[in-house]
């Protein structure tokens, strides 16, 4: 299973208006793009979002790519990131790409970048770090 960060969308303190709605910026629609390549080693039978409109654009050239639509999930979004493992559990066994928000607690120190991937084993325990596209 993939768990992927969201990619760049600018400063939110700088977005006049709903969060959920805010996009990716110039670089970030770069780095989403950059995931077709990053993980084209990654068999994927699913992509799984946060509805936000972030992480939605992330995984859209991925989807496009791989012929497979985008599965919303209210439990990835942004303001629950405790339901993170609990979506996971849930998807436990399937080639699935995962996209969500922020620094999640149950990732301990490991860093979780914009637009990065954890790879993670079947115990959904993470076991490769995959830097975002520049």
Do not use: N
């Not at 509805?51 to 942004?78: F, K, N």
């Amino acid at each position: 299973m993939l768990l992927v960060r969201h990619a760049l969308a600018g400063d939110p303190d700088a977005w006049d208006g709903d969060d959920r709605v805010r996009p990716l910026d110039k670089t970030g629609r770069r780095q989403a793009s950059g995931l077709v390549d990053l993980l084209a080693d990654f068999e994927l039978e699913r992509i799984v979002s946060s509805p936000y409109l972030r992480c939605v654009q992330t995984v859209e050239p991925l989807a496009q790519a791989r012929a497979l639509q985008i599965e919303h999930d209210d439990a990835l979004g942004a303001d629950r990131l405790d339901s993170v493992p609990l979506v996971l559990d849930r998807l436990r066994g399937q080639k699935a790409a995962v996209c969500t928000h922020g620094d999640l607690p149950w990732l301990g120190d490991r860093q979780f970048k914009k637009g990065s991937v954890w790879v993670l084993d079947e115990t959904l325990r993470p076991i490769e770090y995959l830097s975002p596209p520049a």
